[in-house]
């Protein structure tokens, strides 16, 4: 029996709740017409910006507050990600799944409190880690009592200002854990390419989702937008939502 594979999408960073709501609703739309389930994606904080003057998000009382308007309204599962210890706990009374930024992935009090509310955790592999080092912040999680971890593969920084997905990452990583997804939005990036802020390539993100489907991935990421080149977070990589539907039924089929 063919398994449908765990679904990530939304914006980078919550910049109102007209826009959380326009792509909730895609997303409905796509659940609908497509049987999937996806899982609704965006940050409260982007507490890594290139620059001190880059947009971050609303922060954690009002995000989490728009947030769970978005899972009452819409009925869907809520994925955002924690930067802090302390903001596990609220994060996890919202939200479905906690999510560890990559930069972050090796950070133990993070992943214990995080392991310790009960939700699902997905971890990103670092930019300088290789997928069979990622049994070591899976570990930490387990061992801090999380019921299910996820992994994430990302890309790798080799040099400056770019990344490279080695796709061999996720058949050594599904030796860790059954789940792994393919973030095809943040692995196209290059980071600090956009003169204080990171820049990207938006054209491959088809290709990476279907590599990533080649290579044994059992889940995927979007970030998606309206109209990305005036998101306020990555907008260089940020995927047109009007495009989400026909990518995800290409991997579907």
């Not at 990600?81 to 903001?87: F, K, L, N, V």
């Not at 993070?110 to 971890?123: K, P, S």
Request: aromatic residues 8%; proline residues 4%; contains cysteine.
């Amino acid at each position: 029996m063919k398994t449908t594979p765990i679904l990530i999408a939304g914006p980078c960073v919550i910049e109102s709740q007209e826009l959380l709501n326009t792509v909730a609703e895609e997303l409905v739309n796509i659940n609908c017409m497509l049987g999937t389930d996806i899982i609704f994606k965006a940050s409260f904080d982007k507490a890594n910006r290139t620059s001190i003057h880059s947009f971050r998000g609303p922060g954690l009382k009002k995000g989490l507050s728009m947030l769970a308007e978005v899972k009452e309204r819409y009925g869907l599962k809520i994925l955002t990600d924690i930067h802090e210890s302390y903001q596990a706990e609220a994060a996890a009374e919202v939200v479905d799944v906690l999510q560890i930024p990559a930069f972050l992935c090796r950070q133990t009090d993070l992943l214990v409190a995080a392991a310790r509310t009960g939700r699902i955790v997905n971890i990103k592999k670092a930019q300088f880690l290789s997928g069979h080092d990622m049994h070591f912040p899976y570990e930490k999680a387990m061992d801090a009592g999380a019921q299910e971890v996820w992994l994430t593969e990302r890309g790798n920084s080799f040099g400056y200002n770019n990344l490279v997905v080695d796709f061999r990452n996720i058949p050594d990583m599904t030796e860790i854990t059954p789940t792994v997804i393919m973030d095809c939005t943040h692995s196209v990036q290059r980071p600090g390419a956009g003169d204080g802020k990171t820049s990207g390539d938006r054209r491959f993100v088809p290709a990476m989702a279907l590599a990533a489907k080649a290579f044994g991935a059992t889940g995927y990421f979007f970030e998606v937008h309206p109209d990305p080149d005036k998101g306020l977070s990555d907008a260089a990589n940020m995927l047109e939502l009007h495009r989400l539907k026909g990518l995800i039924n290409d991997i579907l089929h």
